[in-house]
């Protein structure tokens, strides 16, 4: 029996030899699309998080429009799991979110869960009180501008 | 005990020794076993080569498999109530299964056509043809959801299509059942077929643009039954060819009857003449016909129904040169233009030959007016006038041909099932295998384009028998893949498929696969029962109609707590799903609701009607997967006496539970 399996590790071995030298193979399959150029985690930058956003430029005092329209943006996209106090809901509340984050950080975020959530220490612990990871919804670059710019005024900005 | 370790030491040294010839190259004419595993293998995570649209046949549905894995990727509902995506239940897609006979909720799906470009595929549209009560589809690549529907007026079973031309000008519709037109006059003696059944072909024109269909014209011609037809290209571009059979014209037993001609007819149709003649208006405006063109639109997400009443009539026997009879060996079935455009392959079901004809000898017969006789003031080109040639003893029963783009041809037997490769200049049969059982339709991807992708080659078996383990007295329909990029054809897979494959085709998956939506785009909902967000989330009465406008995301519903409905009332559950990430549907369901379920794509609204039957509280709940907390996703409506006090509320979140024990 020992040399049957045996024979069969062989058999599986030379199997694999066989698959690693078909070059056919190759040609007839595609690769999945390649994710978003992605850092591993040892370069993850936790402050700035990952993402298109390296710089983001704010003003000393409140775009009063541009906050405006990020209400609209945020009533549609984001309010159904986030309140505006520091209330949880299946997401936390937004309150102070502009203090205890860079704007870098948050436009990354909201622009690319996916990739934060899989590498951000922070993200991967509050997944485990919410359970749920949060949506991509799909938001512009000029979206998450105007979000951010709402939640400063929802922490007082003027 | 001696002898089974024996035995098991010398199918592991087999084993071995086949995988050391494994490592060698590879020549064509492997068998069944050496390497076929390999061709048809996509590793986990890896595409498939080729998207595969398939017949569902009496399904009435779509299918779509991944090539050359035989992978099922999704089946698409198109003439069928489809209860699992809501198609045909949802107030927003009843209107697509409306017809002139009111809404009919079953169709056969035979036959499928990728919309082409210069006699190439373009990957934009698949169109489809449904059988029992006559109509076209087209379905949207772009969504993989069925975006039209056209009902075909005197027309008796769709079966003769939906065969297009070389840039997708038309798309035909050959009527298989000649019937009387439309109409009170066709209230006639069943056995006067000969005096009064007319066999109509419907020529559809398709908007380049947004692939809106329009009846533009249908030719009047003896009735006979059509069954298949394909497009000239190339040289014949601006010609048609329909496979025709009863040319005996017998209203009944057609299989004794209509099988008594050792010829029955390739009907040619000038279709640039009959522009022609619609131009100089020799077309007969036909009015007082009821048939419906259903639109899906991807903007409000909903479908409306139009029915129209006229069409154009172009009368074959008065019009000259605009349609020939080319006699053809015995109730063709398929009737196959090569790459040229130069040859047409007529293939008769009853025969054991094939003939070839030429496209420029039958020019040359026209113009020579080779002519022997007419069938219902049709001129009749002499046989040997349109014949290339024949090919000998092929096998019995050759039914489909389908090209490979290196010069040869492959048919389809039923009777011998199996499939045959034969060289379209000399003649010669090439190879042959067989199939398991009794093959239909086959398929080489871009089998009937300019240049046909000669790698596989599928086999659509109407038996299956023992492919597969036993599954009682009805077992799933059969295909099954051949490599031929060799001198062999070699059978490499068998999958089973729904409903009855007739026809598919394949196409290069880099020509869809890029423009696939992953979400509607929530901004651009114009359905005027959306929910932008769940602060507009609520409930409106309007007399005996309430209206729940309700929001989905992971994982809850906006309003999730509704009273204040009566019984009497009818309740419109108009749910948007307002994720915008891709793969992230919400389902919806309600307790006793006596239609279907609704599934919702992001950025989607759909509703469902319903209609309690009884007082109490009930239950609605997410069907869709959609998180760890999708368990979690339900809510309650309550329903009250007829004439109750109990106000219309709605609320979430809010409504919290009562202090105090019963």
């Not at chain 1, 990739?115 to 979206?143: G, H, S, Y």
């Not at chain 2, 009443?309 to 605009?322: S, W």
């Not at chain 2, 080779?370 to 019995?396: C, H, M, N, S, T």
């Amino acid at each position: 029996m020992k040399k049957l399996i045996v024979f069969c590790l062989m058999s599986l071995f030379m199997y694999a030899c066989s698959s690693n030298n078909n070059e056919k193979k190759e040609e007839r399959t595609y690769a999945e699309e390649s994710a978003p150029a992605a850092s591993d985690a040892s370069t993850y930058d936790p402050h700035r998080g990952e993402g298109k956003f390296d710089k983001v430029e704010v003003g000393e005092k409140l775009d009063v429009s541009m906050a405006n329209d990020g209400k609209v943006i945020a009533d549609l996209k984001c309010a159904s799991c986030h309140k505006m106090t520091d209330e949880k809901l299946v997401g936390p509340g937004w309150k102070g979110v502009s203090e205890r984050r860079k704007p870098e950080w948050i436009m990354n975020f909201i622009t690319n869960p996916d990739a934060m959530i899989d590498k951000d220490p922070e993200l991967q612990a509050q997944l485990e009180i919410c359970l749920v990871r949060m949506p991509n919804q799909n938001l512009t670059d000029d979206d998450a501008r105007k979000i951010y710019e709402y939640m400063r005024q929802n922490d007082g900005v003027k | 005990m001696e002898l089974k370790k024996y035995l098991l030491t010398g199918l592991a040294a087999a084993t071995l020794l086949s995988t050391f010839q494994a490592c060698k190259p590879k020549g064509a004419g492997e068998a069944v076993s050496g390497g076929a595993a390999e061709k048809a293998y996509v590793a986990p995570g890896k595409y498939d080569e080729f998207y595969n649209f398939v017949s569902g046949g009496f399904s009435g549905q779509l299918s779509v498999y991944g090539l050359p894995s035989g992978r099922l990727l999704r089946v698409i509902p198109v003439f069928s109530l489809d209860p699992e995506k809501g198609w045909g239940f949802s107030e927003e897609t009843k209107p697509m299964l409306e017809t002139s006979h009111g809404n009919v909720p079953w169709d056969d799906l035979h036959h499928v056509q990728l919309s082409k470009t210069d006699g190439e595929y373009d990957g934009k549209w698949v169109f489809v043809n449904a059988n029992n009560t006559p109509r076209l589809a087209r379905v949207d690549l772009t969504t993989f959801r069925t975006a039209e529907i056209l009902e075909l007026p005197n027309s008796g079973g769709n079966h003769s299509s939906p065969f297009i031309t070389e840039n997708t000008e038309y798309v035909v519709a050959g009527t298989r059942f000649s019937v009387p037109v439309d109409g009170e006059s066709g209230d006639v003696p069943i056995n006067t077929y000969k005096q009064n059944f007319r066999g109509t072909l419907s020529f559809v024109s398709v908007n380049k643009e947004n692939g809106n269909m329009d009846l533009a014209f249908q030719i009047e011609t003896p009735g006979v039954n059509y069954d298949l037809s394909r497009a000239g290209k190339g040289v014949s571009h601006g010609w048609f060819f329909f496979s025709t059979y009863n040319t005996e014209q017998a209203n009944t037993l057609l299989e004794v009857n209509a099988s008594k001609n050792d010829k029955d007819f390739v009907l040619a149709v000038n279709w640039k003449k009959a522009e022609e003649y619609l131009k100089a208006g020799k077309g007969k405006k036909v009015t007082g016909l009821k048939y419906a063109h259903n639109k899906y639109d991807e903007k409000s997400h909903t479908s409306k129904t139009e029915f129209k009443t006229e069409t154009i009539v172009l009368n074959a026997e008065e019009l000259e040169g605009l349609c020939y009879y080319i006699p053809c060996p015995k109730s063709p079935h398929g009737v196959d233009v090569d790459p040229s455009g130069e040859y047409i392959v007529g293939s008769g079901k009853l025969a054991a030959l094939i003939p070839v004809f030429s496209f420029s000898k039958i020019q040359k017969a026209i113009e020579g007016k080779q002519f022997e006789g007419k069938f219902g003031g049709i001129p009749i080109i002499k046989y040997d006038a349109a014949l290339y040639g024949e090919v000998e003893k092929p096998g019995l029963g050759p039914l489909h041909t389908e090209f490979d783009g290196k010069g040869n041809a492959i048919t389809s037997f039923f009777v011998s099932s199996e499939l045959v490769k034969w060289n379209i200049k000399d003649l010669k049969v090439l190879d042959r295998v067989p199939t398991y059982y009794s093959t239909g339709h086959l398929m080489i991807p871009g089998g009937d384009t300019k240049s046909p992708d000669g790698k596989y080659v599928v086999a659509y078996n109407k038996i299956t028998k023992d492919r597969f383990l036993p599954t009682g007295p009805e077992l799933s329909q059969s295909a099954q893949i051949f490599d031929i990029s060799g001198d062999k054809m070699q059978l490499i897979l068998d999958f089973p498929t729904i409903g009855e494959p007739h026809y598919a085709q394949a196409i290069r998956a880099e020509k869809v696969k890029d423009k696939s939506v992953k979400i509607f785009k929530i901004e651009e909902n114009t359905n005027p029962y959306a929910t932008k967000g769940e602060k507009d989330a609520r409930v409106e009465r309007k007399g005996n109609q309430v209206h729940v406008y309700l929001t989905s995301i992971r994982s809850h519903f906006a309003p999730d707590n509704i009273e204040g409905v009566q019984l009497g009332d009818e309740v419109y559950f108009h749910v948007t799903n307002i994720e915008q990430d891709w793969d992230m549907p919400h389902g919806f369901a309600v307790k006793g609701a006596r239609n279907g379920e609704l599934l919702i794509m992001p950025g989607e609204t759909q509703t469902l009607k319903w209609v309690p039957d009884r007082i109490g509280v009930f239950p609605f709940y997410c069907t869709d997967f959609c998180s760890a907390l999708h368990q979690e996703m339900q809510g309650y409506i309550r329903i009250s006496k007829k004439g109750s006090n109990v106000p219309i509320s709605y609320s979430v979140g809010t409504n919290l539970p009562k202090e105090g024990t019963n």
